[in-house]
């Protein structure tokens, strides 16, 4: 069965700042991967999802990822923060034949 | 409709008393999945239902808890005799293909259960 690590629970960033939240995955062949936000009192949105191909995508609101099949790793990356990215990111897995499962998810704070 | 439409939002019940929290997919997707999210524990997988094939009910966490989906559509997660334990926000979400295969799954905004 597929599962998925998001290693840091909060993280705190000052606007403007670089932002990197980690997200490692078990699965035997290639996943379909995606990130998910979730701001407060929202529903979840999708940020950006990989399937194939190219093994870094551009997702909205600025934020990419990056698929890295050697460490098993897709990292959501966002070149400079903004205090509306304060959310909660959730990373996940699909395989194709089964359900999404979810990473337990990072906070982001963003300080002035 | 447009998206996923979950109902109530909003739930307070008794212990003990059962509970039934309702879905509505978007229309033509086939696979539809129901999720707990707690404080802390991120999204937990419940159930999922795929066109008409039988559903996977290998994450619902006792027998209390079940789901059926009407003609392909409109689900229900039922819970029976709830548990303080039960308190979380229950999301419901649908996706053209199972498992996120070539898309994404779109969510609803949940029901938040309560229960005292």
């Known amino acids: 069965a597929q599962s998925v690590t998001q290693p840091d629970i909060h993280i705190t960033v000052s606007e403007g700042a670089s932002l990197e939240l980690r997200c490692n995955y078990s699965?035997?062949?290639?996943?379909?991967l995606f990130w998910y936000v979730q701001s407060p009192g929202q529903g979840l949105q999708l940020l950006l999802k990989?399937?194939?191909?190219?093994?870094l995508v551009q997702g909205i609101k600025g934020f990419e990822a990056e698929f890295k099949r050697s460490q098993s790793s897709f990292n959501l990356r966002k070149p400079s923060v903004h205090w509306s990215d304060a959310a909660e990111y959730f990373c996940a897995v699909g395989t194709g034949y089964s359900t999404l499962t979810f990473g337990k998810g990072t906070m982001l704070l963003v300080s002035p | 409709g447009a998206g996923v439409s979950q109902s109530p939002s909003n739930k307070v019940t008794e212990k003990g008393k059962d509970v039934e929290l309702r879905c509505d997919p978007i229309?033509?997707?086939?696979?539809l999945y129901w999720y707990r999210q707690s404080l802390g524990q991120g999204l937990e997988f419940l159930i999922y239902?795929?066109?008409?094939?039988?559903?996977?009910k290998s994450g619902l966490p006792s027998d209390r808890f079940s789901a059926e989906r009407t003609g392909g559509s409109v689900s229900t997660l039922t819970i029976q005799r709830t548990q303080q334990e039960d308190s979380a926000v229950y999301l419901c979400?649908?996706?053209?293909?199972?498992?996120?295969?070539?898309?994404?799954?779109?969510f609803g905004q949940g029901t938040r259960l309560t229960v005292v």
């Open positions: 229309s033509g997707h086939t696979a």
């Open positions: 239902f795929q066109g008409n094939s039988a559903p996977d």
């Open positions: 990989y399937f194939s191909g190219d093994t």
């Open positions: 979400a649908s996706s053209s293909k199972i498992g996120g295969g070539g898309t994404e799954a779109f």
């Open positions: 699965y035997g062949a290639t996943p379909y």
